[in-house]
């Protein structure tokens, strides 16, 4: 098995990627829409506390509301920017009538699609990185932990491994680049939206079983399903002073404990990526099916005429 280093479809990918003013464009954009939007919420923060400079808790509020918005939009951007990288990675292939060339290779199905989604993942990490340093901020204000700012930087990168790959199999199942990202995209906004309905309506329909322990198991499965209900329900539990490895909730069995919102979205979503990159494998077997199946029929007809 060739190895990830030396995986062409990988460096021909990487070398494409950062080729161009493309790579260069999205960079600057996506930092200066998150640095706009932290130097008004710096702004604002700054208004609110002007007669109060010498309360001690200002600076840790401002410190907060930095971290929080920085961390806030690098998740939307990944949340749109990601899907995108890797929508076009196999129906790309198809448009250029490449498709063929590529599944007859010598590289395996899982050669071709780690290759196609590690080189658009690289990118998606330059982009989490590249916004590192303005969360940091932060710190220069205080009123965030080291803690708290693995959890955000993990939760960023396990949210782009996720939506990449669900990317990387709408591409694999569409044929053309602009349906594959339609549909990629449509799949993660459907998602946001759903969850947080299903929530409202599940807490209003069941409001009188609300320490009952499935009705606690079953909002918290919603909520790990959600990037930002999960993360968000972290840095609350977290400012409260809680565990950032578990918590606990009154039920009619007594307090009933529970991991960490982020440790469970990152077990679901790294679930739900294997899920998906089984899938797009499968889907990278079109030829090698097709020949199983007329070899069976070939040997089926063959015991019938026998």
Not at 242 to 259: A, I, K, R
Request: charged share 10%; net charge positive.
């Amino acid at each position: 098995m060739i190895r990830l280093r030396n995986n062409p479809v990988l460096n021909r990918e990487l070398r494409g990627r950062i080729r161009g003013n493309r790579p260069l464009i999205i960079l600057v954009v996506y930092l200066t829409l998150i640095a706009s939007v932290t130097l008004l919420v710096y702004a604002a923060a700054s208004d609110s506390f002007s007669g109060a400079f010498n309360d001690p808790e200002a600076g840790r509020r401002i410190g907060k509301a930095i971290f929080l918005t920085v961390m806030t939009a690098s998740l939307i951007q990944v949340c749109v920017i990601t899907p995108s990288l890797t929508a076009g990675a196999i129906s790309g292939e198809k448009e250029r009538q490449t498709y063929d060339l590529l599944i007859t290779t010598l590289l395996s199905p899982l050669q071709i699609a780690l290759g196609k989604l590690v080189s658009a993942l690289a990118f998606a990490m330059l982009l989490i990185a590249a916004a590192l340093p303005m969360a940091g901020l932060s710190f220069l204000f205080g009123g965030v932990t080291g803690t708290e700012f693995v959890i955000g930087v993990l939760g960023l990168i396990v949210t782009a491994i996720c939506y990449a790959t669900i990317g990387l199999f709408w591409s694999t199942v569409m044929r053309t680049t602009l349906s594959a990202t339609v549909v990629a995209q449509g799949t993660i906004i459907g998602v946001q939206l759903l969850l947080p309905f299903l929530l409202v309506v599940t807490t209003i329909l069941t409001n009188r079983f609300s320490d009952h322990v499935l009705f606690i198991y079953g909002i918290g499965l919603l909520v790990s399903l959600h990037p930002f209900m999960a993360l968000g329900f972290t840095a609350g539990l977290l400012a409260e002073g809680e565990s950032p490895l578990w918590f606990t909730v009154p039920s009619t069995q007594g307090d009933l404990p529970l991991p960490s919102p982020w440790i469970a979205y990152v077990f679901f979503s790294l679930a739900f990526t294997i899920f998906f990159l089984v899938l797009a494998i499968r889907m990278l077997k079109p030829v090698q099916y097709n020949l199983t199946r007329a070899r069976s029929k070939k040997q089926g007809s063959a015991s019938d005429a026998a």
